[in-house]
C-alpha cells in the first residue's frame, strides 16, 4: 500500500530563514503527491501538487517542491520564513487512478521572531 | 462562492449518543470524503463516495455511517459503537477529472464526554 513518511512532527525556524520540509513516498511508479497546510482549527489547503509535469513545483503563498524520483522525496521549501508561514503541514500521496489520498502525519512549523 | 461547508464547527455529546455531522458542498464535485483527524496521527478516510447512492469504507469506518441521498451532500454519523469518538472530522470533495485533489472544508470538532 502506499504510504507517506514525514520525518518529525515539529520543527522551528527563524523568521526570514529557509523552510525545509522533508516528505518521502513509498510507490516505485511516481504517483501524484501534494502538499497541505492547516491553520489552527481549521481545514486543509491545497499548496501545491505535483501530477508528473515539471518536477519543480511552485505553490501559493512563496512555497515550492521538488520531485525526485531517484530519491522518492516531495520536500517543501520557502526561501524566506514569514510569520504567517506558522502553521502545520501535511504531505499526501496517491497512486494514479486511485479516488484515494494517504496522508503523513504532519509537521508542524514554528516561526520564531 | 463555491465551497464546503460542515457545521456545527464544535459539538458536545454524551456517551451512548449517536450524532450526524454535516457536509455541504457547491462546488458541483462528484465524489465526497470523510476524515478522522487526531494530534499526530495525519488524516484517516473514514468514508469516501464517488457517486450518488454508493459510498465505500475507508481505512477506519468501524462506528461510523454515511449517506449520500444527494450530490451536494454528505452526512456523517459517528454512532455509539465508536469506541474513541473525540476527534476533529474533516469532509472533502474532489473535482471531476481530477479526482485526487481534494478540496476540505472547515472541519467539526466533536466531543463525547
Known amino acids: 500500500a502506499q504510504s507517506v513518511t514525514q520525518l518529525g512532527s515539529h520543527v522551528s525556524v527563524s523568521e526570514g530563514a529557509l523552510v525545509l520540509l522533508r516528505c518521502n513516498y513509498s510507490?516505485?511508479?511516481?504517483?501524484?503527491l501534494f502538499w497541505y497546510v492547516q491553520y489552527p482549527n481549521q481545514g486543509l489547503q491545497l499548496l501545491l501538487k505535483?501530477?508528473?509535469?515539471?518536477?519543480l513545483v511552485k505553490g501559493i503563498n512563496g512555497f515550492e517542491a521538488e520531485f525526485k524520483k531517484s530519491e522518492t522525496s516531495f520536500h517543501l521549501t520557502k526561501p524566506s520564513a514569514h510569520m504567517s508561514d506558522a502553521a502545520e503541514y501535511f504531505c499526501?500521496?496517491?497512486?494514479?487512478?486511485?479516488?484515494?489520498?494517504?496522508f503523513g502525519k504532519g509537521m508542524k512549523l514554528t516561526v520564531n521572531p | 462562492d463555491g465551497g464546503i461547508t460542515q457545521s456545527p464547527k464544535y459539538l458536545f455529546r454524551k456517551e451512548g449518543q449517536n450524532v450526524t455531522l454535516s457536509c455541504e458542498q457547491n462546488?458541483?464535485?462528484?465524489?465526497m470524503y470523510w476524515y478522522r483527524q487526531d494530534p499526530g496521527q495525519g488524516l484517516r478516510l473514514i468514508y469516501y463516495?464517488?457517486?450518488?447512492?454508493?459510498?465505500q469504507k475507508g481505512d477506519i469506518a468501524e462506528g461510523y455511517s454515511v449517506s449520500r441521498e444527494k450530490k451536494e451532500s454528505f452526512p456523517l454519523t459517528v454512532t455509539s459503537a465508536q469506541k474513541n469518538p473525540t476527534a476533529f472530522y474533516l469532509c472533502?470533495?474532489?473535482?471531476?477529472?481530477?479526482?485526487?485533489?481534494?478540496?476540505f472544508g472547515p472541519g467539526t470538532r466533536l466531543t463525547v464526554t
Open positions: 472533502a470533495s474532489s473535482q471531476p477529472g481530477l479526482r485526487n485533489e481534494q478540496y
Open positions: 510507490s516505485s511508479v511516481p504517483p501524484y
Open positions: 499526501a500521496v496517491s497512486d494514479r487512478g486511485s479516488e484515494k489520498l494517504v
Open positions: 462546488l458541483n464535485h462528484d465524489a
Open positions: 463516495s464517488q457517486i450518488v447512492n454508493d459510498f
Open positions: 505535483y501530477t508528473s509535469a515539471a518536477t
